[in-house]
């Protein structure tokens, strides 16, 4: 297997502009995470979806931010409008089933000018 | 004012010794732990973890130990290699699926 990819490694965007952060789980896995990753505040959860089906959002810092997961292999993290204050290390994870390993991407550098 | 990133607690170790990392966790519901890995550019990486009904799990070169009493674990790496040179984070699943993670360790291998 290919590991958890995301797409675009990196992303330079001025203030203002949507921000579609993209995502492929591992085959099989049933749980998807995003997660931000800034040397402030280290590794938060953002969201995470269980079976397509968000269960907790309450990592998202505000309106600004949605994700989706249209189906098992695909997930988005929006942003729209972006703020300098949102550049940062996105990370997607997923797993295969609770409490078991969960497996990180490679990550999507935001910098946001 | 001027801000102020995570600062990270540093071991410096001489290459072939043995390191130990140490973690204090918060919840003392935790049910599952896990060590990731992080070399700077890259995703975090699994490297091993511990239910809480175990104390002690043994890996490649790796091992976790788990004292639920004083709510502290533990990796120790075996042999430290140049390629062990990483952040290391210990992360607890307290309440549902929700992994929380612990700010980090940066360990330094000498040759």
């Known amino acids: 297997d290919a590991g958890v990819i995301q797409s675009p490694r990196h992303e330079v965007t001025e203030m203002g502009q949507e921000v579609t952060l993209r995502c492929k789980p591992i085959?099989?896995?049933?749980?998807l995470f995003w997660y931000r990753q800034t040397m402030m505040r280290g590794l938060e959860l953002l969201i995470y979806?269980?079976?397509?089906?968000?269960?907790?959002d309450s990592g998202m810092p505000e309106d600004r931010f949605s994700a989706k997961m249209p189906n098992a292999s695909f997930s988005t993290l929006k942003i729209q409008p972006s703020e300098p204050r949102d550049s940062a290390v996105y990370f997607c994870a997923s797993r295969q089933r609770e409490l078991s390993e969960q497996y990180f991407g490679p990550g999507t550098r935001l910098t946001v000018t | 004012g001027e801000s102020v990133g995570l600062h990270l607690p540093t071991l410096s170790v001489q290459e072939g010794d043995n390191s130990i990392i140490n973690c204090a966790y918060s919840?003392?519901?935790?049910?599952?732990f896990i060590w990731y890995k992080q070399e700077s550019g890259k995703g975090p990486q699994f490297i091993i973890d511990i239910r809480s009904n175990m104390d002690k799990r043994q890996g490649q070169r790796v091992t976790v130990l788990l004292n639920k009493t004083v709510k502290h674990l533990s990796l120790q790496i075996a042999a430290t290699q140049p390629g062990d040179s990483a952040v290391y984070f210990c992360a607890e699943n307290a309440a549902g699926n929700k992994l929380t993670f612990g700010g980090g360790t940066r360990v330094l291998v000498k040759p």
């Open positions: 919840n003392s519901a935790s049910d599952y």
């Open positions: 979806f269980n079976n397509n089906v968000p269960i907790d």
């Open positions: 085959s099989g896995h049933d749980y």
